[in-house]
């Protein structure tokens, strides 16, 4: 019941979740309780609305024998916690440290703190590229779509190189945002659509490229031989058979976006990111570019941007009054905060 009437909800904002988050999810909390009789010991399967702090410890010690990564136990944690919303027990699931997590390996930072682009690890990305096309010309296409304008692994096998491709009238954008006269339009995450203007020879020609290996105006850029899900096994396939994974080349597909989208804001910022230890920009300027990062990647908030980029710089400003420091003895550090204006700052 739970689950039909909450599962497609995100936990914290006003918005739905992916078809992936709500089955991984579900599969999750129906293993969770079996797991808690089958594994922990427990008796009897408890109801949801007893669940406590001695099941939840009793599950991280069977995780932490397990020897799940920490990513996973703090998936875990965060599909409880919704679950606890559900149950109206907001602050039942505690932080890692409550339950004897080491604090830094299982918390989570929502900035880039390496660079886990392609050439970060010294790949010679273009000829590797063209060495798949030879050998797949499917999985080649997608990796071109995805070098070229920073796709995800999905968008860029669901492509359809002919349809996707659209006049800027038909877009639906404002005149003042014109950059090109053809976009391509991408369907990604939350039903979110994103028009990429097709302004640079390097876009063109990817589109290009994946027009001429589908095989018919409605084709996407998988094999019409094999559904999505075998599609996506054979991209992985590929990518393996090339030593593009991280045991091996230290890379993933993932690492290819980070490319595109690290070179999309040093050409807009005059500067590397963060995450490459490039000074930072003017705050309006670093703030314009991570909101054509965020755009260009499909994602609502500039925020995101700091998965890609690293977070921004943190800037101190220590007080020089006399009247504070009569003595004239040593300044201190003031408060801490960061120079883009929050939404309650930039209303103000």
């Avoid at 976009?183 to 994946?210: N, Q």
Wanted: net charge positive.
């Amino acid at each position: 019941m739970l689950l039909k009437l909450f599962n497609a909800q995100h936990t914290s904002l006003e918005k739905t979740v992916s078809h992936k988050t709500r089955h991984d999810r579900a599969q999750f909390l129906r293993r969770f309780f079996r797991d808690l009789h089958d594994k922990a010991g427990f008796r009897q399967l408890p109801d949801p609305r007893n669940l406590g702090q001695k099941h939840l410890r009793a599950m991280v010690r069977v995780w932490q024998q397990d020897r799940l990564a920490p990513a996973t136990i703090q998936t875990y944690l965060s599909f409880l916690r919704g679950l606890a919303l559900w149950l109206g027990k907001p602050g039942l699931v505690r932080a890692p440290a409550f339950y004897g997590l080491d604090v830094a390996e299982y918390e989570r930072h929502e900035g880039a703190r390496r660079d886990r682009s392609w050439s970060a690890q010294q790949v010679n990305i273009d000829p590797l590229i063209e060495e798949i096309c030879a050998f797949d010309r499917y999985v080649g296409a997608s990796l071109r779509l995805i070098r070229a304008m920073g796709l995800r692994r999905k968008e860029s096998v669901l492509f359809r190189p002919f349809a996707c491709v659209v006049a800027f009238e038909g877009t639906g954008l404002a005149p003042e945002e014109r950059s090109a006269d053809r976009y391509v339009c991408i369907k990604g995450k939350g039903g979110r659509t994103r028009y990429i203007p097709l302004d640079s020879a390097a876009r063109v020609e990817a589109v290009e490229f994946a027009q001429r290996v589908a095989g018919h105006r409605d084709a996407h850029m998988g094999d019409p031989a094999n559904d999505l899900k075998k599609n996506l096994r054979r991209f992985d396939y590929v990518l393996s058979k090339f030593g593009i994974t991280c045991a091996r080349l230290g890379i993933t597909a993932h690492g290819l976006r980070h490319e595109t989208l690290i070179e999309h804001f040093q050409a807009m910022a005059g500067t590397p990111p963060p995450v490459r230890g490039g000074t930072p920009p003017a705050p309006a300027l670093d703030r314009a570019a991570r909101l054509a990062v965020s755009r260009l990647a499909g994602h609502a908030r500039v925020r995101a941007a700091d998965a890609y980029l690293g977070q921004r710089r943190v800037v101190r400003i220590q007080a020089a009054s006399l009247a504070t420091h009569p003595e004239g003895g040593r300044l201190s550090s003031g408060p801490t905060f960061d120079p883009q204006p929050g939404p309650k700052e930039a209303a103000g």
